[in-house]
C-alpha cells in the first residue's frame, strides 16, 4: 500500500489475500466507488476503482 497524491494505493485487486479494510468500511457506509475501464479500448480487461470519499484507488484485470 503507497500513497499516490491525496489516495492511498491499494494495489492490483487479483493479489489481494483479503479485502482490505478500507474497503470494507466503505462499502458498510454506502458508497459508490467509480470502476473506470481504462483499455485496452472496447475489451474491460483493466479496471481502476476509487472512492474520493475514503480517500483510496486500486486496479483489478478482468482478462481470462
Known sequence: MRKMEHLIDLGWQNYWTE?????????????????????PPFRGLEHIVQCNLCKYIYRYDSSD
Open 19 to 39: 479485502t482490505p479494510e478500507i474497503v470494507k468500511k466503505c462499502k458498510r457506509k454506502g458508497h459508490k466507488p467509480t470502476d473506470r475501464d481504462v483499455g
